[in-house]
């Protein structure tokens, strides 16, 4: 809130706004010694001008849009006090624009290329462009918000369905915001921000109905969803016509005890809805094959001791067709359920010796044919129990994690029971340090991480003819790296190493074996990075990564190493700029067996492009850069299976914009 004393500045020479306060109680028929006028908490009896019926208070500039506590009290001679208004004022946001946008146009020319390569499908023009754009208009209570992100590319390159324009988000609103409630309308990119079994991550392109109290104790929506995500720029931009690509759903969430609103949160959400991307547990036919149903949910949380204690629970059910809407077996009922207990370190809890520390505990179980059109990467048929705790003390940070999965909830005999039990640490260490002083000053300042990591897999004996595999084994992570960070310079480096140890046993079905296990596998991996950029005009960024994975049962072994830095130099200060990368990889392929040849492939990437600032870019005025680039790729068989090389010369301009307006 803006001080009223510089609100009401009479040294303003703007037109006055009058606001009206009326005696809700008019004042007693006796001397009164004076009165007192009260907005927002601060006194503001000397712009008041005082009627039979009320108060007006003339204000100089405009107040802040929102609420504000008014009194009016009148003070009377023979010593009693009277409140003859109180109310909540409610100032209404004035007309407002904001607006912004980015925008570059890049287009170039290849002007020479290897006569060995093939760019027949390549134009020698090509241009690429992006818009980005914000505008936000307010008049009182109504809103206008829109967005959007815009991809040209000549070449088409990526671009799903095939169009030279592609919409990567966009989104336009309109809504009213009242004294107590906000309401409105969306087209475009909606989120749908519950993370639930019914949603998960859920974006799509839709409109979107919503209605939502300011302090958040009555939320509700209703949207209607293009199923599958889409850039188009000319096709189900938020609504389609194909009746099994269309998704309808809404979620609701409130809270009943007005003065302790988190000690219950009631929700409930729906969809329903059909589409062909398919998901964990689904019976895959083709890429045209559409699956579809409904799925509800309920859910209450409760939050006590000052947020130290979260209760939540959640149940949801679905009737889905999982195996294509025209295969197999009609739509399926079942169920999932999850609860969860969450402790936060604070006043009402220890503090354990730790700074701040959490502690999770969830259940979480799925059926085997439950589905949600809005949350299809949720795996099915299976109960989880994990508990995570994590804190803090000082320069030290930590993640505990314990997690045991069963699948075949439902006991099924003819479905194999897999069972996962896993373990984890996390530690994080980023001491305080002066690294002006010291030894810091010439190492910089540090930070270390480690984990480890267990995860037993099995499966129940007499399952391996169900599943058609066996499975029994442990597999451990270890990790260990640091990072020394200075103010022209850091550099790092980090050490990873994965053991399985496999315990399965071939499975043998009429006299063949259907499975044969890989046996144990060790996989080293080694990274280290650098980055230099002593300054503004400098800067270099080399890395390095090795890996080594292992075999042990057949003696097969690979190894990969990659190399190479990106750097840019300011040749001629703020005009000519040089940017050169250059990048090595390695991949050996060792056979245990003799039968078959080892393989070794060596690729080599280079990229030089030198840029000429002809025009910069100045406050609303655009800017100009020439380039001139040129890039180089080979890569070299051992057995002379895939040997390429190829090199082109471009040259072109880019030209960019920017722009904003706030009033």
């Known amino acids: ?30 001397p009164v010694s004076y009165f007192s006028v009260e907005i927002g908490g601060y006194d503001v009896t000397q712009f008041a001008h005082f009627s039979d019926t009320g108060v007006t208070v003339t204000v100089e500039s ?3 849009p929102g609420n504000y506590e008014a009194y009016v009290v009148a003070y009377y001679e023979d010593g009693e006090v009277e409140t003859l208004t109180e109310t909540m004022l409610s100032i209404a946001p004035k007309s407002h624009t904001q607006w912004s946008i980015n925008s570059t146009l890049s287009t170039q020319y290849r002007v020479d290329e290897d006569d060995q390569a093939d760019y027949s499908n390549s134009d020698h023009w090509q241009s690429n462009a992006a818009i980005d754009g914000a505008l936000t208009y307010q008049n009182g209570n109504a809103r206008v918000d829109a967005r959007i992100q815009a991809i040209y590319d000549s070449m088409q390159q990526g671009h799903v369905p095939e ?17 107590q409630y906000s309401t409105g309308i969306q087209v475009g990119n909606n989120s749908v921000e519950q993370e639930s079994l019914l949603f998960s991550g859920y974006q799509r392109r839709s409109i979107n109905l919503f209605s939502k109290r300011h302090d958040d104790r009555f939320k509700a929506s209703l949207f209607g969803a293009v199923s599958e995500t889409t850039n188009s720029a000319g096709e189900d931009l938020f609504w389609t016509d194909e009746q099994q690509n269309q998704t309808v759903g809404g979620t609701l969430s409130f809270s009943p005890i007005s003065n302790h609103p988190e000690r219950l949160i009631i929700g409930a959400s729906y969809v329903d809805g059909k589409g062909t991307s398919a998901g964990s547990g689904f019976t895959v036919i083709d890429s045209d094959t559409v699956y579809g149903g409904h799925s509800w949910g309920l859910s209450l949380d409760s939050i006590w001791m000052n947020r130290a204690l979260w209760l939540h629970w959640e149940s949801a059910a679905s009737d889905f067709d999982s195996d294509g809407l025209e295969y197999g077996d009609d739509t399926l009922n079942d169920n999932a359920s999850k609860f969860l207990v969450q402790l936060n370190s604070g006043e009402a809890m ?16 799925v059926g085997e044919y439950f589905y949600s059109i809005a949350n299809l990467a949720l795996p099915g048929d299976l109960i989880s129990h994990q508990a995570t705790f994590s804190g803090g003390a000082g320069s030290l940070s930590f993640n505990a994690d314990l997690q045991q999965q069963e699948t075949n909830e439902s006991d099924r005999s003819d479905r194999a029971t897999r069972k996962m039990d896993y373990r984890g640490l996390d530690l994080y260490y980023t001491p305080t340090v002066d690294t002006g002083q010291g030894v810091w000053s010439t190492l910089g300042a540090p930070s270390l991480n480690a984990y480890y990591h267990f995860t037993k897999n099995t499966q129940r004996d007499g399952d391996q003819l169900l599943s058609g595999m066996d499975i029994d084994n442990t597999q451990q992570e270890y990790s260990i790296g640091f990072t020394l960070s200075h ?6 480096l980090s050490y990873a190493r994965v053991d399985v140890e496999d315990r399965s046993e071939a499975v043998m079905q009429n006299a063949v074996e259907i499975y044969t296990p890989l046996g144990d596998t060790t996989n080293h991996m080694t990274t280290f ?13 080399p890395q390095l990564q090795w890996n080594r994975y292992r075999e042990k049962r057949n003696g097969n072994e690979q190894e990969t190493l990659n190399a190479g830095f990106d750097t840019q130099i300011g040749l001629i200060p703020r005009k000519l700029t040089m940017n050169l990368n250059y990048f090595y990889g390695r991949f ?22 030198l840029s000429w600032k002809a025009i910069e870019a100045q406050s609303r005025k655009p800017g100009l850069d020439l380039f001139l680039k040129g890039s180089y790729g080979r890569q070299e068989d051992s057995i002379n299976t895939s040997d390429y090389e190829n090199w082109q010369i471009l040259m072109g301009f880019s030209v ?3 722009g904003n307006n706030e009033g």
């Open 62 to 64: 405009d107040l802040e």
């Open 350 to 365: 220890p503090t354990l010796g730790l700074d701040y520390w959490q502690l999770n505990l969830q259940r979480q179980r």
């Open 529 to 541: 990075q650098l980055g230099w950029y002593p300054n503004s005009r400098f800067s270099i960024t």
């Open 163 to 179: 169009n030279q324009w592609q919409l990567a988000d966009y989104q336009a609103t309109l809504s009213h915001d009242g004294d």
């Open 1 to 30: 809130m803006v001080s009223l004393s510089l609100i009401l500045c009479c040294l303003q020479t703007q037109a006055a706004d009058d606001i009206a306060l009326q005696f809700q109680h008019p004042p007693k028929g006796k």
């Open 588 to 609: 050996d392929n060792q056979y245990g067996n003799p039968v078959y040849l080892d393989s070794r492939q060596d690729t080599h990437t280079g990229n030089l492009q």
């Open 487 to 492: 103010d022209t310079w850091n550099w790092g």
């Open 656 to 658: 960019y914009w920017s």
